[in-house]
């Protein structure tokens, strides 16, 4: 299932259990539970917190989710914002045995550098998601603010970025076990994650192409962007009807699927919009959609 012109399309099977974490104001339509850190605070996502399934508060490095409890996770734009790499990769492969991670790469980071909640710099080559510490003197860039505004009202700059969008984001679905390398430090970082890229390197996103395939290549970048401009609505409206529909032949037992990050117990209760450990106390926020 594809909801946006970046993402790729999903294979997950209908009768699959779905969680997306850091679902945030953009939960992906497949999705049956959804997980996010920050319920009010908006720095750094675009818009509120939709809540249109359950949702529970919880962190990516420390899921409130049993082992195995997901047929398949969602991370959209998640990894970039983590402190400890390899607790997220340690989470998403306990909750379930297969999932998508999304998120902008070097080149991405390098054009739009202000964010500071953004911590790695990223790229897949392989299979392998690499990634390195984003230097803090990223962030000062003289280009910056101005290609935050091209990203937000220039129409050329978007066609871009959609025509190469492996350049700009890393995008990979999944299955255990799930291969990275955490490079600590500029010194351990391999070149093209340290250095400015060879002409091989770049390559590798942007092969050379005669004048005729690069029109072809830009027409169907139009006809794209402009199918799914004109089809956004009855896609919402598709999901809805389809996100109903599982909700009422599957409804989601929710107290079945969480797990105390403390403890690890699996005695939790729901009351009150709160889940609850029995054993040491634990609790965090639960969402349910209004009917």
């Not at 492969?93 to 998120?103: M, S």
């Not at 230097?135 to 978007?158: D, F, I, R, W």
């Not at 970025?161 to 299955?175: H, P, S, V």
Request: aromatic share 8%.
């Amino acid at each position: 299932m594809k909801d946006d012109l970046i993402s790729l399309p999903l294979h997950i099977p209908p009768d699959a259990l779905v969680l997306d974490v850091g679902s945030g104001h953009k939960p992906h339509p497949r999705a049956d539970v959804l997980c996010d850190k920050f319920l009010d605070d908006n720095a750094e996502r675009g818009f509120d917190l939709v809540v249109d399934r359950p949702l529970v508060a919880g962190d990516v490095q420390n899921l409130p989710f049993r082992s195995d409890a997901f047929d398949f996770i969602i991370t959209r734009h998640i990894l970039e914002h983590v402190e400890s790499p390899d607790a997220f990769f340690t989470e998403i492969q306990r909750v379930a045995p297969a999932g998508y991670i999304e998120t902008p790469t070097i080149i991405w980071e390098h054009l739009h550098p202000v964010r500071t909640y953004h911590h790695w710099l990223l790229v897949m080559l392989d299979d392998t998601i690499h990634m390195t510490p984003k230097p803090a003197e990223m962030h000062t860039s003289v280009m910056g603010l101005t290609m935050e505004e091209m990203g937000q009202n220039s129409l050329e700059y978007g066609l871009m970025i959609k025509a190469y969008k492996d350049l700009f984001y890393l995008r990979r679905q999944w299955q255990r076990p799930l291969t990275y390398q955490l490079h600590p430090t500029p010194e351990t970082a391999p070149p093209w994650l340290s250095q400015p890229w060879s002409g091989d390197m770049a390559r590798r996103w942007i092969p050379p192409r005669a004048a005729g395939p690069k029109i072809i290549g830009l027409a169907q970048t139009l006809t794209e962007t402009a199918v799914y401009l004109l089809t956004q609505p009855l896609n919402r409206r598709r999901n809805h009807r389809a996100l109903r529909q599982r909700q009422q032949q599957q409804p989601v037992q929710l107290a079945n699927l969480l797990q105390c990050p403390t403890c690890h117990a699996t005695d939790i209760t729901l009351a009150n919009q709160t889940a609850n450990c029995s054993r040491c106390g634990w609790q965090t926020a639960v969402l349910l959609p209004t009917p």
